[in-house]
């Protein structure tokens, strides 16, 4: 539901219909949690003990998808919506995760985690002045509330295209 009305949302953007800005498909629409980068295939089962560690502690925290932004200039810019509700829960299951996969010794992305969804990557193809605006579209959009159930780890295929394949799952325990 939260996917469905946000994409009602973003077409109405004017980075929807500027021409080879590169909108994110509703279907891989995710939350990154750590980002690992390239992890050879004999790591996996290491990076799947640190996922399932974490999401067995965790609790499935209750979000939703508001306001929004962007971050990066020129080709390098992205337009994102951001997540609110109970940030605490998704940012202690973010930092269990990375602490997982740091002491696996597994590469992983040490940025500060701040949640938010990525929607457009217009870069330097979309007017600044149709980016902004976009911005203060966003900024009075607030989207239905949904649950976190789980845990994904997916591997990502980029290209003009990007794509997701999901690899395992976990679910989140519901209200702890």
Wanted: glycine content about 10%; charged content about 25%; proline content about 6%.
């Amino acid at each position: 539901m939260a996917v469905v009305d946000l994409t009602a949302r973003v077409k109405g953007l004017r980075v929807a219909s500027a021409r080879h800005a590169r909108l994110a498909d509703p279907a891989n629409l995710h939350l990154t949690l750590a980002f690992l980068g390239e992890v050879p295939d004999v790591r996996l089962p290491d990076v799947e003990h640190a996922l399932a560690s974490a999401a067995r502690s965790a609790r499935s925290p209750r979000l939703c998808l508001a306001a929004g932004g962007s971050f990066g200039q020129g080709r390098s810019t992205v337009l994102w919506v951001d997540v609110r509700g109970d940030v605490e829960a998704l940012d202690a299951l973010a930092r269990s995760i990375r602490g997982a996969l740091c002491e696996a010794g597994l590469p992983c992305d040490d940025k500060p985690f701040r949640a938010h969804l990525t929607i457009a990557r217009p870069g330097d193809r979309v007017p600044e002045a149709d980016l902004h605006a976009d911005r203060d579209t966003l900024n009075g959009y607030v989207g239905p509330q949904w649950s976190a159930g789980e845990v994904v780890l997916v591997r990502s295929h980029p290209g003009g295209t990007p794509r997701y394949t999901r690899v395992a799952a976990w679910a989140l325990a519901a209200g702890r």
